[in-house]
């Protein structure tokens, strides 16, 4: 019978699905987020909690398989959130596991090229970020800028404007996905705005703006 794994949707849990494919030996097996996930009648469907401790051992093991770069290159098309890219990575993590010397620059395998394909899209956003990214001012003193990407960019870009704007305090603010990085030029916080304060952020005839972070809710450190 199939497995259909349903995982949280973040890295973690995508990699904690993948501990579970190689732990039970899991041949005909998919991993999808809950918003995709189709019920199958001959499939069996299964919830993957997401573990810290069997996604380290994945992500440490990955990057002795295909190198730093190679690992990272996989997190990249992650990030890309193109509908069906986890079973894409989980049949090129297969891959490399079942070669004797991966090499990450040998793209023969569908998957591999896939990967690279997909990374290369998200390399390319990334960049395009990094050199156009506008910020405006508020009155609080705090530059900030808004995100529409297809791709879940921020991730990949808060290191960089930390080193850009050590001195400064901003926030850059995904739109389609509702989630923030706020640097307090000493630390980025991963944060969620309220709807009101999102209105505020969105408002087009309004360029200073004026967004009370005390009243929003941090979650995790980046």
């Known amino acids: 019978m199939n497995t259909i794994l349903i995982y949280d949707?973040?890295?973690?849990?995508?990699?904690?699905?993948?501990?579970?494919?190689?732990?039970?030996?899991?041949?005909?097996?998919?991993?999808?987020?809950?918003?995709?996930?189709?019920?199958?009648?001959?499939?069996?469907?299964?919830?993957?909690?997401s573990s810290e401790i069997y996604a380290k051992r994945v992500w440490n093991s990955l990057e002795i398989k295909t190198t730093k770069h190679g690992a990272n290159e996989l997190y990249k098309a992650f990030l890309?959130?193109?509908?069906?890219?986890?079973?894409?990575?989980?049949?090129?993590?297969?891959?490399?596991?079942?070669?004797?010397?991966?090499?990450?620059?040998?793209?023969?395998?569908v998957n591999a090229l896939r990967v690279s394909q997909v990374a290369r899209m998200v390399t390319r956003e990334m960049n395009h970020i990094q050199n156009y990214l506008s910020f405006k001012p508020s009155n609080n003193g705090m530059d900030l800028a808004v995100l529409n990407s297809n791709f879940n960019m921020l991730p990949l870009i808060g290191k960089y404007f930390k080193r850009k704007y050590p001195n400064k305090k901003w926030l850059i603010y995904d739109q389609r996905r509702n989630y923030g990085l706020y640097f307090n030029t000493k630390e980025i916080d991963r944060i969620h705005l309220s709807i009101d304060d999102q209105l505020k952020i969105y408002d087009k005839n309004n360029p200073i703006f004026y967004v009370n972070l005390e009243n929003s809710q941090a979650e995790v450190n980046c």
Do not use: C, Q, W
């Open 9 to 49: 949707g973040s890295f973690t849990g995508f990699l904690s699905a993948v501990y579970k494919v190689f732990d039970e030996n899991l041949k005909e097996v998919s991993i999808v987020k809950p918003k995709h996930f189709v019920p199958d009648m001959f499939s069996e469907s299964v919830k993957v909690a």
């Open 80 to 109: 890309s959130e193109i509908k069906g890219t986890e079973d894409v990575l989980l049949r090129y993590i297969m891959y490399v596991y079942a070669s004797e010397s991966y090499n990450y620059t040998d793209l023969s395998n």
